[in-house]
C-alpha cells in the first residue's frame, strides 16, 4: 500500500506502524481488497498483489471475507 500525499508517495514502513497501534488491522486488511476491487472494477489498474497483515491472515472475518 502507498498513500498519494502532497509531497509524494507515503510508503507501507510509514504506514503500518500507525495503523497497528491504532489497532484497526482486521478493517485494514479487509478494506485493501475491497479498494483493489473496487478500482479494477472501474478499469483502474491492470493487475495487483497485497499483502495481509499476521494478525489478520489469522483473523476469521479477514479469512471468511470471500473476494467477488
Known amino acids: 500500500m502507498r498513500i498519494r500525499g502532497v509531497h509524494g508517495l507515503i510508503m507501507p514502513g510509514s504506514i503500518f506502524p500507525v ?3 491504532r ?3 482486521p478493517e485494514f486488511d479487509l478494506a485493501v ?3 483493489v476491487r473496487r ?3 472501474d ?3 491492470a493487475g ?3 499483502n495481509v497483515s499476521g494478525p489478520g491472515i ?3 472475518r479477514v ?3 470471500p473476494m467477488q
Do not use: Q
Open 19 to 21: 495503523a497497528e497501534l
Open 43 to 45: 478499469g483502474r489498474g
Open 48 to 50: 495487483v498483489s497485497f
Open 33 to 35: 481488497p475491497e479498494r
Open 58 to 60: 489469522v483473523n476469521a
Open 23 to 25: 489497532g484497526p488491522e
Open 39 to 41: 478500482d479494477l472494477e
Open 63 to 65: 479469512n471468511d471475507k
